[in-house]
């Protein structure tokens, strides 16, 4: 498959990305996990040097995961490969490192430079090529002095190009007033299509990230019906806006939405979740899905959907057909 572009930022990279939410560690916001657990600092360091080596170059974090934590295992991991890298990570959030909880939200320029700042000594480096502001929802009118900010530091060399991560297509245009803004991160799976998200991102010519393209992990054979999460992981303990997970385990209806199509990610030799990734770059030519992982085998089976490439169109019909019967 080609290379994905952002807009005339003069990156491109590969179509599949790696999220590094998972890497962070466990962090709350008061009992609430937004975690996904404990994790091997020295497995993470390996899965990213095996995706590396795999010819993955997109690497998506944020400050708040693990309150700091992701990006410094993602910078210790690079080390050596930066110029190689795209690097990316996002704003908006603060935290309390030493609690490892989630406070208030700022969106004032001001705390932007602070956090970039920040996010570039902890993955040691001087710039980053993508940076993301990572509250969904705030009313566009208030993020107008942030576009301003943003294309300062695009000047400065202090950051490539940078986006919104948000669902709503409005939000997203609104920040095309920005002339090096060429992204937009939202969520994308095989269950949960984004039509005018990514009508509006093709229009634009612009590179769409996608998060939760397994659905939070429930596509996978991992979870089943009986499964159980740990009180530490946000799908063990799901907040409002959770729906693939709830009471600790996977939504019945969600599940059963999965399993209707699982034979069909899984033909021709592929996984039901590299079936998804697969459905994903068949949907549109501007997606980059980003699979989060917390170890090198992970890493491994989801780089090997590259091998595969797109679903065909048959079965993109298919599994339209049987989701048109079964939305929950």
């Known amino acids: 498959m080609d290379e994905r572009g952002f807009g005339s930022s003069g990156i491109a990279v590969p179509p599949l990305g790696m999220g590094c939410w998972a890497i962070g560690g466990p962090f709350w916001a008061g009992a609430q996990p937004l975690g ?50 795209v690097i990316a990570s996002k704003w908006g959030n603060t935290y309390d490192e030493s609690r490892r909880a989630l406070l208030d939200p700022d969106i004032t320029p001001q705390y932007l430079r602070r956090a970039l700042e920040a996010s570039l000594r902890r993955l040691r480096t001087d710039y980053l090529d993508i940076y993301q502001f990572h509250l969904a929802d705030i009313e566009p009118a208030d993020t107008m002095p942030l576009i301003a900010e943003l294309e300062s530091l695009v000047a400065a060399g202090k950051i490539r190009t940078y986006g919104w991560s948000t669902d709503d297509p409005q939000r997203a245009a609104a920040w095309s007033a920005g002339a090096h803004c060429t992204l937009v991160q939202h969520e994308l799976n095989v269950l949960a299509d984004a039509p005018e998200m990514l009508a509006f991102i093709e229009r634009q010519g612009w590179a769409s990230i996608n998060r939760g393209p397994l659905a939070m992990g429930l596509i996978s054979d991992k979870y089943g019906s009986a499964s159980r999460l740990p009180d530490d992981d946000v799908r063990g303990i799901e907040p409002d806006w959770m729906r693939y997970f709830t009471g600790g385990g ?24 590299q079936g998804a990734l697969a459905w994903i ?32 169109d048959s079965e993109m019909a298919e599994i339209d057909k049987i989701l048109e019967r079964r939305s929950p």
């Not at 934590?69 to 930066?82: N, P, W």
């Open 36 to 85: 996904w657990g404990q994790v091997d600092d020295d497995e993470s360091r390996k899965a990213i040097k095996k995706a590396f080596d795999l010819g993955i170059r997109l690497f998506d974090t944020a400050d708040v995961y693990g309150t700091g934590h992701s990006e410094r295992i993602l910078g210790q991991a690079l080390a050596g490969h930066r110029g190689e890298a």
């Open 250 to 273: 996977p939504a019945p209806d969600w599940l059963s939405r999965r399993d209707a199509i699982r034979d069909l990610l899984a033909s021709g030799g592929r996984s039901p979740v």
């Open 281 to 312: 770059w068949a949907r549109s030519p501007a997606t980059i899905p980003i699979p989060g992982f917390r170890t090198a085998e992970q890493v491994q089976q989801n780089a090997a959907a590259l091998d595969y490439g797109p679903l065909r």
